[in-house]
């Protein structure tokens, strides 16, 4: 068995788990809301907001349960490929068909996993403007609940030691929402199902959005 097919295993997403608590809350100042709205059991997709790389990161150290995140296969160079693998991370090729990775994220779902998902597909303005369909196919197919995740303020300030990062101590606040499913109860898989479905997630993810914002007044 090679390196990118071995399954990624909830040991490794806790050890990555507590690497992020110890990082992001010695480097930062996270605030976190709504945690309590994670399933505490059973399979569940994260949909997080993506303006930084900072966000995946601070989700891993917040989180209330280990995370197992797809992250693109740019980031798996050098030293971090087997270190990210070891912490539970997914490897995904974003320019074609992924099956490994797609196998190994539907074998989170069925392990009772949390499966991490930036739905924009990379990073932009973080406002869930533009989803891909992977994310309905991974609820509607893991048959789990989906809890938008809001990650604010990682990009409203640059450090002064590291201009690629918050500034050292700075507040980002991390905004959990309510679990919601993404099917309409009917079972169907078809393209249009997968279409109505995403369209009924970019809903969801942009009030929770909005609503994260006024809540932290991050307007």
Request: glycine share 14%; net charge positive; aromatic share 6%.
């Amino acid at each position: 068995m090679t390196a990118a097919t071995v399954a990624p295993t909830l040991r490794g997403a806790a050890v990555g788990r507590g690497i992020g608590i110890g990082l992001m809350y010695g480097l930062f100042k996270p605030r976190v809301l709504g945690a309590w709205r994670v399933p505490a059991a059973g399979p569940v997709i994260l949909a997080v907001n993506h303006a930084h790389n900072l966000d995946g990161p601070m989700l891993m150290g917040t989180a209330p349960r280990p995370v197992h995140f797809l992250i693109k296969k740019e980031a798996f160079v050098g030293p971090l490929d087997p270190f990210l693998r070891g912490i539970g991370q997914l490897k995904v090729d974003r320019t074609t068909v992924d099956r490994t990775a797609i196998t190994q994220a539907l074998g989170v779902l069925a392990d009772g996993g949390a499966l991490g998902i930036f739905p924009e597909g990379t990073r932009g303005e973080g406002d869930f403007a533009s989803l891909r369909a992977g994310l309905a196919y991974f609820a509607v197919r893991g048959g789990a609940p989906i809890v938008p995740v809001a990650v604010l303020g990682s990009t409203e300030r640059r450090g002064r030691l590291i201009p690629a990062l918050p500034p050292l101590r700075s507040r980002v606040d991390v905004v959990f929402g309510d679990a919601f499913l993404a099917d309409d109860g009917s079972g169907r898989r078809t393209r249009k199902a997968l279409d109505e479905a995403t369209v009924r997630i970019q809903a969801e993810l942009a009030a929770h959005l909005g609503n994260a914002r006024r809540l932290t007044g991050r307007l």
